[in-house]
């Protein structure tokens, strides 16, 4: 795409990840320097472009405020219920998420899990329901049932299934990973751990089932920091940056 003439239009690239996972990062580095237009979707993403001295346009992508919401208020979710997404790419931190709530389960018998992803399930026990690839209706539910949204990510741009879950009154546990970092704030919205350490997400997961009251605070806050990522805003955006190029000399 680069290398096509000025007459085919105006050139953008979308980035929505440091996507080094199955390749070599130097050729990622390469495309970051290719001469486009960047738009990056989330802080860090944005910092990393900084870093290489690349312009890039901040643009964090929008959700359906109507599609999810709450539904059951996060204070009458009695039962200890835990949601995650279930994904066979060793950078979504699947594996990491299954070993805590094993850890978890240990402590907390009554502990109930909820999966959901587009793969075919695992083997899982009793205690951990699997549904694939869920309506957006049903996947509303699902994150309604939930007390906590476990995120256990090794790298993220920026995560739908977890802002999702905070706009349906989830409380989050996450990784501290670049991608999180625009709505995951330690004790604030979130408590956060280290990425590939099971033990450490696990004890965010007993800390908040232990307690109630910091739990309602995260879904609460949590709640109002997911409800900045409109359709709206990033439509908005986006269409301020295209216009904008219209007059600009540049890609």
Known sequence: MASLPPSIGKKFYLIQGYEIWDGPEMEVIQTWKLPLNKIVISKWLWNIANEMKETAALIPFGLNQDEFGIDQLPVNRQISVVGMLYHCMEVKGTEDGLRALYYVKEQKPELQVRLFGVFAPPKLPSWISYDQLPSRKRLRELYNECQI????????????TTLESMLCGASLVATNIGGHIDYALDRKTALLAPPKNPIA??????QLLNQPELRLKLASEGEKIAAEFTL????????QLLLKSITSNGP
């Open 149 to 160: 949204f476990l995120a256990p990510s090794h790298s993220e741009g920026l995560s739908f």
């Open 232 to 239: 709206e805003s990033a439509g908005l955006k986006l269409e």
């Open 201 to 206: 997400l696990s004890e965010c997961v007993i």
